[in-house]
């Protein structure tokens, strides 16, 4: 959508991306269907978050209705996200070894690669 509208390429990283939430998504597997969990807390938890800073810059610099379709993609692409976030809290994610531990690497390792993917 983005590429459309605005002129916006995808990263350039998103083979590398796709290679690195697999070997997450299995890795975290191996712990059990609670770590699995966890992950997909912790992955959708930093979505949420960037999608949200996103529809905050948007109404930050008053362009609502310039970006009015922009903004319900968004919206709908975090509220999906957050549904995935809670449906991992339901399936047991804070069960998982060393859960707080566990999610915040996970965020890190998130928050990293948007702010790489950014820039690339």
């Known amino acids: 959508y983005q590429r459309r509208v605005r002129g916006v390429r995808p990263t350039v990283l998103l083979p590398f991306w796709r ?7 299995a890795g975290t597997a ?4 609670e770590g699995a969990m966890a992950c ?10 960037h999608y949200t800073d996103q529809i905050r810059e948007i109404i930050d610099q008053g362009k609502e209705e310039e ?3 922009l903004l ?22 804070e ?7 566990l999610t915040k690497v ?15």
């Open 95 to 101: 069960l998982a070894p060393q859960y707080k531990l």
């Open 40 to 49: 997909t807390v912790a992955v959708e938890d930093t979505i949420v978050t």
């Open 19 to 25: 290679a690195a939430g697999f070997a997450l998504g």
């Open 72 to 93: 319900k993609i968004i919206k709908k692409f975090r509220d999906d996200e957050l549904e995935h976030h809670d449906t991992g809290i339901e399936h047991g994610a």
């Open 67 to 69: 970006y009015q379709d």
């Open 106 to 120: 996970i965020k890190l390792g998130c928050q990293t690669a948007i702010k790489i993917a950014e820039r690339v």
């Open 30 to 33: 191996l712990i059990g269907k």
